[in-house]
């Protein structure tokens, strides 16, 4: 069994906060006896900073626990430093994306990687990509833009290109939403978070990215958002207005089709519709270990969406090393 939306936090990432902890505002607290730390990072979408998130034995041990035989492994969103001048995302970027790949180099039957970029500049994202893969990572986690600039703007061209040339997933997930309206009741990851990716995914989608992309491999977290359950009004609008289908070459819930999506939804009836929806080759096993809502264990489903997206060779090569 595979699970593809996993977070750690190597010790050299932590190490890097402790010694930079005055430049990115990065604060331990201890908000209740019975829990971790938690730990927050320029006043923003504080966690707990749990033993499964830095101690690699004890993450690799409750993913056995269950049955998973190989994870996906995730910087966490918190850490991306989008807000911080550019210097410190680069080097935050190459110190995760080293730590992550000495943790696969040693552990490759049972993980795989996806590093981060510093997303403000995507010439530089581009480049930090390269040297990711050319570490032995499959492509990097990204957040759902930049403020008000959308993935589909062209300022982030360079990314995709690269993205597309070296044939990378690019994991989009969501940071939790800043909209005013949502301060309240948790709502802000609650429902905030799934209609961030929302967003995003129908921006991509409709903004026909994946035809000038063929190779591009866009990983959507928690389900693709709402997106899925609402394609109908989309194919509405594209038979309505041309706004909707300038860039578009079939209805959009056929490009739906052509993205990926993990099964972080916390309901059977909900993954079922997905993969009805956009077929067992375009959804992948997903947890978000170990945050606080995560899915766990994930659910179990076919691992066609596994070799759509990480390839048959190394799925197979991972089937074998557990025979």
């Given amino acids: 069994m595979y699970d593809f939306h996993t977070h750690f936090i190597p010790e050299d990432v932590l190490s890097w906060l402790k010694e930079n ?7 331990w607290i201890k908000k209740e006896k019975n829990k971790e730390e938690f730990l927050v990072v320029n006043q923003k979408w504080g966690f707990e900073l749990k033993k499964t998130f830095i101690d690699f034995e004890i993450y690799l041990q409750e993913q056995e626990n269950v049955g998973i035989t190989h994870s996906v492994v995730s910087p966490i969103p918190q850490l991306f430093m989008y807000d911080f001048p550019l210097d410190i995302s680069v080097e935050m970027s190459r110190i ?9 180099k040693e552990n490759p039957e049972k993980l795989s990687a996806l590093g981060t970029v510093p997303l ?12 990711a893969m050319n570490f032995g990572l499959k492509g990097a986690i990204i957040g759902p833009g ?8 062209s300022f982030f061209q360079p990314l995709f290109e690269e993205a597309n040339r070296l044939k990378a997933i690019l994991f989009i997930h969501p940071l939790l939403s800043e909209d005013p309206r949502l301060k309240r009741r948790m709502m802000p990851n609650l429902i905030g978070v799934p ?12 903004s026909g990215i994946i035809d000038k992309y063929p190779n591009l491999k866009l990983l959507f977290a928690h389900g693709g958002g709402l997106l899925p359950y609402q394609i109908g009004r989309l194919d509405k ?4 207005w041309e706004l909707v289908s300038s860039n578009l070459q079939a209805p959009p819930s056929e490009y739906l089709k052509r993205f990926w999506y993990d099964t972080v939804l916390w309901n059977q009836d909900s993954i079922d519709f997905l ?21 766990w264990p994930p659910r179990e489903i076919s691992d066609k969406g596994a ?15 557990y025979r």
């Fill in 21 to 27: 902890k005055n430049a990115v505002n990065a604060e």
């Fill in 96 to 104: 995760y994306n080293k730590s992550l790949a000495a943790l696969i």
């Fill in 120 to 131: 403000r500049d995507p010439d530089k994202a581009a480049q930090v990509l390269n040297e």
């Fill in 146 to 153: 930049l403020g008000r600039q959308m993935l589909s703007d």
């Fill in 195 to 206: 209609w961030e990716t929302t967003i995003c995914v129908t921006d991509l989608l409709l």
């Fill in 237 to 240: 609008g594209y038979e309505q």
């Fill in 275 to 295: 993969v009805k929806t956009v077929g067992e080759d375009r959804v992948v096993a997903g947890s978000d270990y170990p945050f606080d809502l995560c899915a």
């Fill in 307 to 321: 070799h759509s997206l990480l390839g048959d060779a190394l799925v197979k090569d991972t089937q074998n090393s």
